[in-house]
């Protein structure tokens, strides 16, 4: 048996919402759950012991590309594995590279994100769609897809590096998270119909070699749960086709990949999660603002992750609750400098108990580092709040 | 009664060593007692709960100058003091901000510690010298003294400021921290014998004067103790002269400032503290590097604070146990990026138990500020350690 299972708990009727538990070695993880980003094997100036104090958040996720990159995979395996070498004490997952490949090489610089920008077209004349090699070339970084991986420069010192199926997964066993994912392409949120639909073939072929370089390494096999990844850009019939593919494959749960339109993300989540196996968990890959985890939930969901609150934190921005939702506060703003209220006025977590917004914005301003980590810890606590506030919503519906 | 108070519980007979406790309204200090600069109101990188649980300091001094220049005294009093504006709950201290109005003022940038170098006819001659007008101004930053007080700019944005010793007592009642500083001119290494000896003469008035200021502010006189400041450059007779007259005011405790011979530290201190009333604190002000710390406490002073520690842990430096004493390890060093050992193998802090070389050597070369906050930690720790052992020694003597 997979050492990564999940269990519905409860389903909501009229909604593809779910509640439920995913096993895996290192703890359950209650769902829907956000995922704390922890791209380079730190959660950015947060420590373990302060993630379990003052976030509660049940997961993190690091980055194949970047730990590959450094330290290098083989001396977190040397150091015992990822758990071992940060200190992170809840279960793990990796990504499969993929993304990074893409959004730090060809892409790096472009302002491409998963969401299309309104006017794709634009973006297609921009150069922003990465499916050719000249153009990537053009753009002094490499990033060269063919039938067996991907050949790409390092965004750290431009050395060359190549990616196969098999050599993500080596790298991911080496890792050692409890949740590893299939090597995939991630398109270009402007990439035509014909590339998106090739694209999405390779990855099934990728895919299909990844379960198989994960069943032969025994030793991790028992350690290691899989995702497969289901792309197909914003096209509901790949996205379809996408997700009855890897259903019929060996995988412990799925990875919701690639780009979408921010207005059609619930419809293509629909469409997929329609047809992905009701009984595996879900996990959008890198989406995470409050309104994006509220559509993914709805639409059946489990987990969720995004950079966004350790990024906006670090710029002194913080979520906050409002009247009708959630907001920003950008506490850069002079405004704030001798504003003694609490950072979030609706919020009870450790920053906004014992700090005010005139301190926070003192320390921003002196360019102390406690102000990044501080807005960081609040903003991580409010939307792994948020996430377990709409388990709890499912479980007493 | 002075809300700060000095019990003596052991003597070293033989030396000046002496172990004892300084009460002050928010708790007792054990001496001899290393005190964690937090500058700006924050020890740079480390939220106040950190220190609590990993460093186990049991007091923390802020600059005045800084504190006054961003956010503003006021702002901080508004906010119910330092204590609640910046949730330290340990006893703090202020400094008068006289050593910091010289030192980024006109002597900003030359180099200028509180050390003279070996050949300080060469510094006179280089211009470090920062007793006339005009060099200061030739500088691009002004730092006029007069006998009323200092005329300054801001490191900030070069606004003048003016500090006389009321000004500054009004600004440390504001503040609110448990010990205050007499406001005192902190003199360059290099400056001659009449330009030491014109100084600390003034030093004394102003002494007068911020004992005067602090009696008038009932409200604040039983929640704040007051630490006169003995200065004379490294003359000795100027040393023994300032001793003498500050121990004739009304001072709760004594700060040790201005600037050393290395080589004579020890001497300095002798001549001093053979003059300071015995049952009063004495505090060395913005010295304490390991073997410091050790000629201090060996010469009779009770406290020590300094910047090193976490200035070192920010750029990848750590302090370790070696066989004969203390050494520092760079963690930037390209060997360390392979090795499994403890930071500090003598050393048992959170940070030794928890991480090895590989993964600080990965968070700086990664650029993670999780980096200089794990080596800030270990470092704070390993110097507060440091100084406690020596309190161990006295008493078990």
Excluded at 346 to 373: P, Q
Aim: glycine share 10%.
């Amino acid at each position: 048996m997979s050492p990564v299972t999940f269990e519905i708990k409860k389903r909501v009727h009229g909604t593809r919402a779910r509640a439920g538990v995913i096993h895996t070695p290192h703890g359950d993880i209650e769902t829907p759950a956000f995922v704390v980003v922890g791209t380079k094997g730190t959660v950015k100036s947060i420590k373990p012991e302060d993630l379990e104090t003052y976030v509660g958040n049940q997961v993190a996720l690091s980055n194949t590309y970047h730990l590959y990159l450094q330290p290098g995979d083989e001396i977190i395996e040397k150091a015992g594995g990822i758990h071992t070498f940060s200190n992170i004490r809840t279960p793990m997952m990796t990504d499969s590279g993929g993304f990074q490949v893409f959004s730090l090489g060809a892409a790096f610089g472009k302002g491409v994100t998963k969401f299309a920008k309104s006017d794709v077209s634009d973006q297609i004349e921009e150069g922003l769609a990465v499916y050719s090699k000249d153009l990537a070339e053009s753009q002094g970084r490499l990033c060269v897809i063919d039938e067996d991986g991907v050949t790409f420069t390092s965004h750290i010192d431009g050395s060359m590096h190549r990616f196969t199926a098999e050599r993500s997964i080596e790298i991911q066993h080496r890792i050692g998270a409890d949740i590893i994912v299939a090597f995939d392409e991630c398109t270009s949120p402007s990439a035509p119909y014909a590339y998106q639909e090739e694209a999405m073939e390779r990855t099934h072929r990728w895919a299909k070699r990844s379960v198989l370089a994960h069943k032969r390494n025994h030793d991790m096999l028992g350690k290691q749960g899989i995702y497969g990844v289901v792309q197909g850009g914003r096209f509901l019939d790949l996205r379809k086709k996408s997700a009855q593919t890897l259903s019929d494959m060996d995988f412990d749960g799925f990875g919701i990949g690639g780009s979408f339109s921010k207005d059609d993300l619930g419809d293509s989540l629909a469409v997929v999660n329609d047809v992905l196996p009701e009984d595996k968990p879900r996990h959008l890959l890198g989406i995470g603002e409050p309104e994006d985890i509220v559509a993914g939930v709805h639409m059946g969901c489990d987990t969720f992750d995004c950079v966004l609150p350790t990024r906006l934190g670090r710029t002194g921005t913080i979520y906050i609750h409002t009247h009708n939702g959630t907001g920003k506060l950008n506490l850069r703003k002079s405004e704030y400098q001798t504003d003694l209220r609490k950072p979030d006025e609706g919020c009870d977590c450790y920053v906004c108990t014992h700090y005010t917004r005139a301190y926070l914005a003192h320390l921003f301003r002196s360019h102390e580092m406690l102000g990044a980590h501080l807005a960081s810890l609040h903003n991580l606590h409010f939307i792994v709040q948020f996430t377990a506030n709409l388990r709890k919503e499912i479980l007493s519906s």
